[in-house]
T-cell receptor
Framework: DQQVKQNSPSLSVQEGRISILNCDYTNSMFDYFLWYKKYPAEGPTFLIS?????DKNEDGRFTVFLNKSAKHLSLHIVPSQPGDSAVYFC??????????FGPGTRLSVLP | DGGITQSPKYLFRKEGQNVTLSCEQN?????MYWYRQDPGQGLRLIYYSQIVNDFQKGDIAEGYSVSREKKESFPLTVTSAQKNPTAFYLC??????????????FGNGTRLTVT
């Protein structure tokens, strides 16, 4: 039973445009949500997170939106750059317990 | 610089042999985790430890064992009982505790190949 879902395995975006990556979850006890970026043969790199008491968090080109009623979060990257091409994982946790990861979305930013 | 060190980067073993993957962190984090990634798949939790001398099984603990004798170290042993041990193994750590929102920090992984 997948508690964290990323329904788009891949996404292609033109350089300079907005990339929107989506994530859905089923466990209403999750209270902290994170996005990671991963290159092949490397560990994931933390990008941005959001607590369940907020609905938006912004850090430079990256913004995460949380819709608790829909159990949905999204990562917006504006503007997208070729260096953003990677696999993006959504993760969630409750009360600092184990972190559950989605299957990932491969983002390709085309020059 | 603080961080998580996994060694070695690449590891080759014959089927039937146990192998231990090293994970050391100098971030003074309480909790440590082991994940496994298979090609085209997400991260699956093997074991995690929130305090020294205590650890819990994750979703795919069968065929693996861990120890947490020191706060800084969380080695993972892949035993001969693990049916499909070839994978990319990731160690991570974080602060824990109520009221602390702290992300997982990952090492650079160990790719284990068993033939």
């Amino acid at each position: 039973d997948q508690q964290v879902k990323q329904n788009s395995p891949s996404l292609s975006v033109q350089e300079g445009r907005i990339s929107i990556l989506n994530c859905d979850y089923t466990n209403s006890m999750f209270d902290y949500f994170l996005w990671y970026k991963k290159y092949p043969a490397e560990g994931p790199t933390f990008l941005i997170s959001i607590s369940s008491i907020k609905d938006k968090n912004e850090d430079g080109r990256f913004t995460v939106f949380l819709n608790k009623s829909a159990k949905h979060l999204s990562l917006h990257i504006v503007p997208s750059q070729p260096g953003d091409s990677a696999v993006y994982f959504c993760a969630a946790t409750s009360y600092g317990q184990n972190f559950v990861f989605g299957p990932g979305t491969r983002l390709s930013v085309l020059p | 610089d603080g961080g998580i060190t996994q060694s070695p980067k690449y590891l080759f073993r014959k089927e039937g042999q146990n192998v231990t993957l090293s994970c050391e962190q100098n971030l003074n984090h309480d909790a440590m985790y082991w994940y496994r990634q298979d090609p085209g798949q997400g991260l699956r939790l093997i074991y995690y430890s929130q305090i020294v001398n205590d650890f819990q099984k994750g979703d795919i603990a069968e065929g693996y064992s861990v120890s947490r004798e020191k706060k800084e170290s969380f080695p993972l042993t892949v035993t001969s009982a693990q049916k499909n041990p070839t994978a990319f193994y990731l160690c991570a750590s974080t602060l824990r505790g109520q009221g602390i929102d702290s992300p997982l920090h990952f090492g650079n992984g160990t790719r284990l190949t068993v033939t």
